[in-house]
């Protein structure tokens, strides 16, 4: 029943200092890449603080880059594979050569 | 700085170098070979360096621009265009609009994409969008440190991140589709 509420809340909704639920899907990236300059910063915390699908929008969100963040990094090989290591090595060794 | 302080500051960041490399060129022997000469190029303009500053950012700028001056990706990809679509899409509507109950909390489903997803979304990516997902999403460098490494303005790193994790997003709506993360 919460789900149908969350589903027909009123989205265009305005909540404390007047900003809007589609101004804060709009910024919720420069939200959560700390871009945005004090007066956005707070207006957007306000917002989340008594507006929940948009704090669950925001929780989404960061969610989404730190999973990219994690699953996105590091390789199969836990650490680089002996054959780069040697590369490397190599390279180092060439570079001090004339 | 002498070679070896500098081995020392270089070498632990071999490894995201090799994970960018093949993200870029999808491919582990153009991976390995693109690192190395990064390490090469690195260490024959050591004086270049100032040290102190950030040597992981300096390496991958020579790692981003070796990749392009390899692969004349400039010319085959000119900028932006063609995704405008893609700029309303967004993977938290698709998800909740299919939420049936309330446990099925709409960022539980992120958890179920594996490492490989992931990689393949990126992989998807056009470079240029590719290029700002890496650098700022995966390796964590700021908007600023992206701009400086692909020599472009702090606005473009902003809109190519924008779109680029807009085009991810659909590419990982497509695989919650394709495996069963979400009930189609």
Partial sequence: MLVEFYKTYDHEHQHGHGMLCQEVSKKVYAFIDGQLDVKDLEAIQEHINICLPCHMLVNFERKLLAIIHTKGGGTEHNGIPQSLSEKIKKAIELSSKQ | MTSKEFEAEALPHAEALYNTALRLTHNPTDAEDLVQEVFYKAFR?????????????WLFKILVNTHISQYRRQTRNPTSGGYD???????????????E???????SILDRFLAEDIKK????????????????????????EA???LEVPVGT???????????????LWEYALEYGYVKN
């Avoid at chain 2, 679509?85 to 939420?99: I, K, T």
């Avoid at chain 2, 056009?126 to 700021?142: H, T, Y």
Wanted: proline fraction near 3%.
């Fill in chain 2, 157 to 171: 790193v902003m809109s190519r991140l924008f779109r680029g994790r807009k085009i991810l997003q659909k590419s």
């Fill in chain 2, 85 to 99: 679509d893609v700029e309303e899409f967004s993977l938290y509507n698709q998800v909740h609009s299919r939420a």
């Fill in chain 2, 147 to 149: 701009a400086d490494i």
């Fill in chain 2, 121 to 144: 979304a990126i992989d998807n990516l056009p470079d240029q969008f590719r290029d700002v997902v890496m650098l700022v999403d995966v390796e964590g460098f700021s908007y600023k």
């Fill in chain 2, 45 to 57: 303009s050591l004086d270049q360096f100032e040290s102190g500053t950030n040597a992981k950012a």
């Fill in chain 2, 101 to 107: 109950t309330l446990t099925d909390s709409p960022a």
